[in-house]
Structure formats: C-alpha cells, structure tokens
C-alpha cells in the first residue's frame, strides 16, 4: 500500500473509532430508534444520484436488517442502558471472532489453529469484562448482552455480504441505508418515545446534531466510500487489520472526552479481547470487511 493509502485507512479506522464518542452525544437528545432512522436517513440521500448495485431487494433487506438495523439498534440501546462508550468500541468488535465461527458453521470454513486460539484469547476477555460488572451503572450485563447481539448481527451481514462476492461498496452502502429508517421510525412510535421525532428534533441540543451528521455523513458514507476504494485495489488481508485502529481510538477518545477508566480487571479483558481479534484478523486470507 502507498503511504497516502495507508493514511487513508488509519483515518477510516479513527473515524469510526470516534464514531462511538459521537454516539454518546447524539443519544442525549434522541432515542435508540430515533438516531437510528437519522443516521440512515443522511446516510441515504445519494440514492437519488448513484445506481443500485446488481443485488436483488431482499438481499438488500436481509443485509440492511443485519448490518444496520441489528447492529446499531442493539448498540444504542446498549448505551441506554449500561455500556461506556470506549468498551463498546472493543465489544463490538468480537463481530470478527462470530464471523469466523458463522463462516464455519454455514460455508464450511473450518478456522485453522491460529484463529482458534484468538476465539479463545478474546472470550476469556469477555468473561473478565462481564466479571467487572460492578452495578454501579455504568457497565450492565444488559448493555454488554446487546452490544454483543449487535456484533452477532453485524457477523450474520458479513456472512451473506461474503456470499455476495465482489459489488462496488459505496453503492451498496448507501442503497443498504434506505433499510432502516423506516423500521426504526415504527419501532420509535411503538415504544412511545417521548418527545416524539419532530419534537427531539427542535430541541436538541448543538453536539446532538453535529454528531447525528458525523455518523450519517462521516462515519458511515465517506468512510466507507474510501475504505470500499481501498478493498477495490488492495487484498482484503492487507487493508481489514487497518480496522484494529478503530477500537484503540474509540477507547482513547472516551478517556479523553468522557474520562472513561477501566480497573484492573476490565481492562486485562479489554486487552485479551484486543489481542483476540487481532490474532483472528491480521494476515488473514479473504478478511471479512470492517
């Protein structure tokens, strides 16, 4: 990779790493739902101007439901109730290691001993964050369960992206983000969220809205615009570990902007868990995309 590529990918990966620092502040003044159907909806304005990739409209709807519905949904609800913004950027990771093993239970992609062991290193780390629950509020069992669900949706959408083979990534993005606004918009008005949409809207607050544009228009269509760029010229293996930068900015983002801290033994599981996914994901052949 040249050096202004590489630079490229390291800024996509620190782009989403902040990605969880934005979250925090957008869901100050919307619901789970609500940023959800606002992330989308931005996120989908170039439908108008590019082509709907060769894919058929329920494979769109699986991989939107799955990609985006499932996991950001779970992820913000997870925020509601009990996740840290810098941990979330570690869990959500695990998508790597769910990935591995879906991949190996549907298409027979049986994980050499290499990956086996990262499965193994990342999990035990899981065990020690979940034993660091404290109750105190701020991690719960609940809001680790639901960013976790959220990584298993991302690794199904990555199994039937996988199946799909090679599309241009930009338009499959932006036509994937056509999926959740809707659902999420009737799941808001199902729940009752007070205030209503409109209402949120107007009196939210500056860093609300700045950060509901960064995750429409930064973080999800000119990162992954870029970083499908990437994927067009380069191995999959040599641009995915680029991807381990996102975790590490999202951590230290949170310790700076939050002040978000791990004790002792969350943040021996936080590392196992890093490790873990490295291990899995550096030098791997047909690398899933982040």
């Known amino acids: ?3 202004r590529d590489i630079a490229f990918a390291v800024s996509v990966a620190i782009i989403w790493g902040f990605a969880f620092i934005a979250t ?10 609500q940023l959800t159907a606002l992330r989308f909806i931005l996120a989908a304005l170039p439908v108008l101007f590019i082509r709907r990739p060769d894919v058929s409209w329920g494979v769109l ?22 996740m840290p913004p810098g941990l979330a950027s570690v869990a959500t990771h695990t998508q790597a290691l769910f990935t591995i093993i879906l991949a190996a239970v549907v298409m027979a992609e049986v994980p050499g001993p290499r990956r086996v062991f990262g499965i193994v290193i990342a999990f035990a780390g899981l065990a020690l964050v979940a034993a660091s629950v404290d109750g105190g509020g701020e991690l719960t069992y609940l809001g680790l369960a639901l960013t976790l669900l959220g990584a298993l949706s991302w690794s199904v959408g990555n199994v039937i992206l996988k199946r799909l083979g090679r599309v241009d990534m930009l338009a499959l993005i932006i036509w994937l983000s056509v999926v959740p606004p809707l659902p999420a918009l009737m799941l808001s008005v199902a729940l009752g969220d007070t205030p209503g949409l ?9 860093k609300s809205w700045l950060s509901v544009l960064y995750l429409g228009l930064i973080s999800t269509t000119v990162a992954y615009a870029v970083w499908g760029r990437l994927l067009n010229i380069y191995p999959a293996a040599q641009v995915t570990p680029f991807a381990l930068f996102a975790p590490c900015a999202g951590v230290i983002g949170s310790y700076l ?13 936080v590392v196992l868990i890093f490790i873990g996914v490295a291990v ?10 982040s």
């Open 1 to 3: 990779m040249t050096a």
């Open 24 to 33: 925090e502040f957008a869901l100050q003044s919307f619901s789970a739902p």
């Open 61 to 82: 709807i699986a991989l939107g439901s799955f990609l985006f519905i499932g996991q950001f949904m779970m992820l913000f609800f997870a925020y509601k109730v009990g």
């Open 198 to 206: 409109a209402d949120a809207l107007a009196a939210a607050s500056w």
């Open 257 to 269: 902007v939050f002040g978000e801290t791990f004790g002792p033994l969350r943040a021996t599981g």
């Open 280 to 289: 899995t994901v550096i030098g791997r052949r047909g690398a899933m995309r």
